[in-house]
T-cell receptor, first 115, second 111 residues
Framework: DTAVSQTPKYLVTQMGNDKSIKCEQN?????MYWYKQDSKKFLKIMFSYNNKELIINETVPNRFSPKSPDKAHLNLHINSLELGDSAVYFCASSHNQGSSYNEQFFGPGTRLTVL | AQSVSQHNHHVILSEAASLELGCNYS??????LFWYVQYPGQHLQLLLKYFSGDPLVKGIKGFEAEFIKSKFSFNLRKPSVQWSDTAEYFCAVRGTYKYIFGTGTRLKVLA
């Protein structure tokens, strides 16, 4: 009954490789997000999609490309991985259409380590 | 500009001590405020939220927060902390399709 799920949980890869992280939510939410949490626990929004449409792109390098095939999925593809991409990536979702109860629900995170 | 400030970066308390974590925000629209907790190695979970009405909000695990509009603050409190409250705490404000998080406060409770 996981609300927001991410795969994989851990990802270890070499510099220069391309990798993808998948996210799925079964809450019926219309908005999904990707966050990057660095080693100091600072949580930085990367992207936000509402009804499959990109609405927030926070000065993230072009190597990061989100894709939302439907409202329940938001995947993150990263090209040419760099050491600085090592972090925990969290997916989240919320409902943003006229609802008062629109807190975000977070996935378990994907710990990416670039060697 | 929208922003959230958490002034306490690291807090160390003994069990049964009282807790107050500061949060100040800057946002011009209708304010929706949140406190999230992240236990070691886990994802963020909602502790409590404020949308409107009573400015004193009660959350899970004995936490509460008070919204003071004149001070742009939403401080988190707990009268008596437990060892299991050791975690990272994040204050957040909701903007349009965007949530702005503070830098977090790391709480360590000594048994």
């Amino acid at each position: 009954d996981t609300a927001v799920s991410q795969t994989p949980k851990y990802l270890v890869t070499q510099m220069g490789n391309d990798k993808s992280i998948k996210c799925e939510q079964n809450l019926g939410h219309d908005t999904m997000y990707w966050y990057k949490q660095d080693s100091k626990k600072f949580l930085k929004i990367m992207f936000s999609y509402n009804n499959k449409e990109l609405i927030i792109n926070e000065t993230v390098p072009n190597r990061f490309s989100p894709k939302s095939p439907d409202k329940a999925h938001l995947n993150l593809h990263i090209n040419s991985l760099e050491l600085g991409d090592s972090a925990v990536y969290f997916c989240a979702s919320s409902h943003n259409q006229g609802s008062s109860y629109n807190e975000q629900f977070f996935g378990p995170g994907t710990r990416l380590t670039v060697l | 500009a929208q922003s959230v400030s958490q002034h306490n970066h690291h807090v160390i308390l003994s069990e049964a001590a009282s807790l107050e974590l500061g949060c100040n925000y800057s946002y011009g629209g209708t304010v929706n405020l949140f406190w999230y907790v992240q236990y070691p190695g886990q994802h963020l979970q909602l502790l409590l939220k404020y949308f409107s009405g009573d400015p004193l909000v009660k959350g899970i695990k004995g936490f509460e927060a008070e919204f003071i509009k004149s001070k742009f603050s939403f401080n988190l409190r707990k009268p008596s902390v437990q060892w299991s409250d050791t975690a990272e705490y994040f204050c957040a404000v909701r903007g349009t399709y965007k949530y702005i998080f503070g830098t977090g406060t790391r709480l360590k409770v000594l048994a």
